[in-house]
């Protein structure tokens, strides 16, 4: 071999050498760099991290997180979702050591290979916060106060409306202790909900007294439980605990027993149950309110007024008193009692009008005619002449005749109308084909001797809709 080959061989090693000793340098230089930035094709979130530094990164990582408030779903009614601010606990998400602790988890003498495969590196949160600070919130939360502001209780109670009830705390406790460590423990691991599910919930268990308390709660509703009802009519109240609760004597709010363990009735109170029916469904005798068809609510005295209930109180109160009493109230066969009447209006119930009657406003001089809640007629109306005395009586009444082509006598007067409604003594409803308008002021000159006057059309839809018994209301106001 020539010496020139020697030399041109020695030259491609040195070359090649060199070459190889650039590359080494190159490599360990750039992964000199990466050991302080990021390996290519890095990523955190939607963060391009390639070659930048911790810093660099974390500026924009701390434009992009936001830490929410700490909320609480309960998942019971009548509480919403509680949130806690997360600087009330002194909560820290310590970002740059989040980011250096990725950054760790990179080896920058792999950043040829990085070149081809993209990295997302995924932070593991450095978290700092107060628990008591936490602890003190925690106990001022209003689902968590009423929690602990009792203690399981079960007890016998009497409500003015509904009557002897078992008042029970015991079902669906919440585990505040519970609560509070998942609480902790979310907070530690960066996470800021906490929904409560069934689990978090329990069952005090009862105590020997309490489940005394239980019997006698079964054996009290059993006698509450009665088969009668009264028929009112429009309303059925039933002899149920709201009723039989308010029957027997009680002490202190608790109801008592007789030497043979029976609970015992309070026939004061029997009795004032039937004066308070009495006085709520009695209407005879007495002023009534109404509220007309112009909307004002007018009083209709009682004076002439011949149409109401009186129930007989003397009758239901011996009735009562006796059912109350009896075997019969819990014989499992239906007590259906219908009240006896001193006074039957045509209507039972507390609205003893109800949806078909006759409505006649003498202040305005109007007639309303309502069936079934519908209004089918109104008109104009003359009544009694008052300069002359002729008044027209107020009142309530009922159609107690109908008859058609009648004549009707008076001491200075006889006049045939086509359609007569009698409702109170002479005084009726009638057609007056002896005048050509109604209305207005007519009454004050002209007026009727006391009878409702009208045309003849109106008078026939009144006679063939009105049937006996039929109400008929007369106000002014």
Same mark, same amino acid.
């Not at 009862?206 to 006698?216: G, H, I, M, N, V």
């Not at 006057?453 to 009144?462: G, L, Q």
């Given at each position: 071999?020539?010496?020139?080959?020697?030399?041109?061989? &020695?030259?491609? /090693?040195?070359?090649?050498?060199?070459?190889?000793?650039?590359?080494?340098?190159?490599?360990?230089?750039?992964?000199?760099?990466?050991?302080?930035?990021?390996?290519?094709?890095?990523? %955190?979130?939607?963060?391009?991290? *390639?070659?930048?530094?911790? @810093?660099?990164?974390?500026?924009?990582? &701390?434009?992009? /997180?936001?830490?929410?408030?700490?909320?609480?779903?309960?998942?019971?009614?009548?509480?919403?979702? *509680?949130?806690?601010?997360?600087?009330? +606990?002194?909560? /820290?998400?310590?970002?740059? =050591?989040?980011?250096?602790?990725?950054?760790?988890?990179?080896?920058?003498?792999?950043?040829?290979?990085?070149?081809? #495969?993209?990295?997302?590196?995924?932070?593991?949160?450095? %978290?700092?916060?107060?628990?008591?600070?936490?602890?003190?919130?925690?106990?001022?939360?209003?689902?968590?106060?009423?929690?602990?502001?009792?203690?399981?209780?079960?007890?016998?109670?009497?409500?003015?409306?509904?009557?002897?009830?078992?008042?029970?705390?015991?079902?669906?406790?919440?585990?505040?202790?519970?609560?509070?460590?998942?609480?902790?423990?979310?907070?530690?691991?960066?996470?800021?909900?906490?929904?409560?599910?069934?689990?978090?919930?329990?069952?005090?268990?009862?105590?020997?007294?309490?489940?005394?308390?239980? @019997?006698?709660?079964?054996?009290?509703?059993?006698?509450?439980?009665?088969?009668?009802?009264?028929?009112?009519?429009?309303?059925? +109240?039933?002899?149920?605990?709201?009723?039989?609760?308010?029957?027997?004597?009680?002490?202190?709010?608790?109801?008592?027993?007789?030497?043979?363990?029976?609970?015992? +009735?309070?026939?004061?109170?029997?009795? =004032?149950?039937?004066?308070?029916?009495?006085?709520?469904?009695?209407?005879?005798?007495?002023? &009534?309110?109404?509220?007309?068809?112009?909307?004002?609510?007018?009083?209709?005295?009682?004076?002439?007024? *011949?149409?109401?209930?009186?129930?007989?109180?003397?009758?239901?109160?011996?009735?009562?008193?006796?059912?109350?009493?009896?075997?019969?109230?819990?014989?499992? *066969?239906?007590?259906?009692?219908?009240?006896?009447? #001193?006074?039957?209006?045509?209507?039972?119930?507390?609205?003893?009008?109800?949806?078909?009657? !006759?409505?006649?406003?003498?202040?305005?001089?109007?007639?309303?005619?309502?069936?079934?809640?519908?209004? !089918?007629?109104?008109?104009?109306?003359?009544?009694?002449?008052?300069?002359?005395?002729?008044?027209?009586?107020?009142?309530?009444?009922?159609?107690?005749?109908? =008859?058609?082509?009648?004549?009707?006598?008076?001491?200075?007067?006889?006049?045939?109308?086509?359609?007569?409604?009698?409702?109170?003594?002479?005084?009726?409803?009638?057609?007056?084909?002896?005048?050509?308008?109604?209305?207005?002021?007519?009454?004050?000159?002209?007026?009727?001797?006391?009878?409702?006057?009208?045309?003849?059309?109106?008078?026939?839809?009144?006679?063939?809709?009105?049937?006996?018994?039929?109400?008929? +209301?007369?106000?002014?106001?």
């Amino acid at each position: 071999m020539s010496v020139e080959k020697k030399l041109s061989k &020695r030259a491609i /090693i040195v070359i090649i050498l060199n070459v190889i000793a650039f590359l080494l340098l190159l490599y360990l230089v750039t992964s000199y760099y990466f050991s302080r930035r990021f390996l290519p094709n890095t990523w %955190i979130g939607d963060v391009y991290c *390639t070659g930048r530094s911790v @810093d660099s990164v974390a500026y924009d990582l &701390r434009e992009k /997180i936001e830490i929410p408030d700490v909320r609480i779903s309960w998942l019971t009614e009548g509480y919403p979702d *509680t949130y806690i601010k997360a600087e009330d +606990i002194g909560y /820290i998400y310590d970002l740059q =050591a989040a980011i250096y602790k990725a950054k760790d988890t990179q080896n920058p003498f792999s950043w040829p290979s990085a070149l081809f #495969t993209k990295q997302v590196l995924h932070l593991e949160p450095i %978290i700092s916060y107060d628990p008591e600070a936490l602890t003190k919130i925690f106990d001022q939360l209003d689902r968590v106060k009423d929690e602990r502001k009792e203690a399981p209780v079960y007890e016998i109670r009497l409500d003015k409306e509904s009557g002897y009830y078992p008042y029970d705390t015991h079902y669906r406790r919440l585990d505040t202790e519970r609560v509070l460590a998942d609480l902790n423990d979310n907070l530690a691991n960066g996470r800021f909900n906490l929904q409560l599910d069934g689990s978090y919930f329990y069952d005090a268990p009862y105590s020997t007294a309490e489940l005394d308390e239980q @019997d006698f709660m079964n054996e009290l509703s059993s006698f509450l439980f009665t088969d009668l009802v009264y028929d009112m009519g429009a309303e059925k +109240i039933a002899f149920d605990k709201s009723v039989m609760s308010f029957l027997i004597v009680t002490e202190n709010g608790r109801p008592v027993k007789d030497e043979n363990g029976d609970f015992i +009735i309070d026939d004061d109170a029997v009795t =004032a149950w039937v004066d308070d029916l009495c006085e709520r469904y009695d209407t005879y005798g007495l002023d &009534r309110q109404f509220k007309s068809s112009t909307g004002r609510t007018v009083t209709i005295p009682a004076f002439y007024s *011949t149409y109401g209930t009186e129930l007989d109180h003397d009758a239901e109160l011996k009735y009562l008193s006796e059912m109350i009493h009896s075997e019969e109230l819990r014989d499992g *066969t239906p007590d259906v009692h219908t009240p006896k009447y #001193t006074h039957e209006a045509t209507v039972r119930g507390l609205n003893d009008i109800g949806d078909t009657y !006759i409505e006649v406003d003498l202040s305005d001089q109007y007639f309303y005619f309502y069936k079934d809640g519908e209004l !089918i007629l109104e008109t104009d109306i003359v009544s009694g002449d008052i300069p002359k005395g002729w008044t027209t009586p107020r009142g309530v009444f009922s159609v107690y005749s109908k =008859a058609t082509d009648a004549w009707l006598y008076g001491r200075d007067y006889i006049d045939f109308v086509s359609y007569w409604i009698a409702y109170f003594n002479a005084y009726g409803i009638h057609d007056s084909d002896w005048r050509s308008e109604w209305g207005g002021e007519i009454y004050t000159y002209d007026g009727s001797h006391g009878c409702i006057n009208m045309d003849k059309d109106p008078a026939r839809i009144v006679y063939e809709n009105a049937e006996i018994g039929t109400p008929v +209301i007369v106000y002014d106001y």
